[in-house]
């Protein structure tokens, strides 16, 4: 489900809201991810996943005391900043201990587009079933990973602080290997918008490298230059 900034405020300052006795600040973020897995040369798995994690840090005296909760009850936030504090007060004092943030002023990034947030399996489909077919054309083994989604996260504190973000991902992998198992070769791409995956051209690569590294041979000892590519 989609989580603005107003959603995000909301939760902070609820949280805020039940500590009164300390400097608190609050960290939230609402992952969603929808993936095709396939292996085998046929699809295994598709699935759609959303989580959210509320982090709370409860700060006096040079102390801090931190807890995680994925429950937005009232009574459950009101009993993670009483966690947090009961750790507070059982931990030594932090000489490296800094300030809080007053009110920042954060820059609009455009890391989002909802072509990678909102896209599911049978917009998947087409990509996943290009990267078969040559698998198939070429007699070689695939499996791959198909993924999309968005990271809400907003931050906030007790002195007034806050900050919101969304973040598009859209990946595709996939690995090659001959019928024989003597070549692999594997392939990625990722950006923020599903647009700009192209599933077909990273099976192609990934067919290049699993044929062209079929039946190896072996070469004598000795230094050799070698040439990584950046995933390396």
């Not at 700060?59 to 994925?70: C, L, M, P, Q």
């Not at 896209?119 to 990509?127: I, L, M, P, S, Y």
């Not at 070689?140 to 969304?166: C, M, P």
Request: with cysteine; hydrophobic share 35%; charged share 25%.
């Amino acid at each position: 489900m989609p989580w603005f900034r107003d959603d995000m405020k909301s939760i902070v300052d609820r949280v805020l809201s039940y500590a009164k006795e300390v400097e608190t600040e609050v960290s939230v973020e609402a992952r969603s991810n929808s993936h095709t897995r396939f292996a085998l040369n046929e699809v295994t798995t598709s699935g759609l996943a959303d989580d959210l994690s509320i982090t709370v840090t409860c700060r006096k005296d040079g102390r801090a005391g931190t807890i995680t909760t994925n429950d937005l009850a009232p009574d459950a936030l009101r009993g993670a900043v009483k966690r947090a504090e009961g750790i507070r007060a059982l931990v030594p004092p932090d000489p490296e201990m800094v300030d809080l943030l007053p009110p920042q002023k954060y820059p609009e990034l455009q890391k989002s587009h909802s072509d990678a947030a909102t896209a599911r399996a049978d917009e998947r489909a087409v990509g996943v079933k290009a990267a078969l077919g040559i698998a198939k054309k070429k007699s070689l083994v695939t499996a791959g990973f198909y993924e999309n989604g968005a990271v809400h996260r907003a931050i906030g504190n007790s002195k007034g602080n806050f900050g919101y973000q969304v973040q598009t991902n859209a990946e595709f992998t996939a690995t090659m290997r001959t019928e024989d198992g003597t070549g692999s070769g594997w392939a990625s791409v990722t950006s923020l918008r599903l647009a700009d995956i192209d599933p077909q051209a990273v099976a192609s690569r990934a067919a290049e490298k699993g044929l062209g590294s079929a039946k190896p041979r072996d070469i004598r000892p000795g230094d050799y230059t070698v040439i990584l590519e950046p995933d390396a």
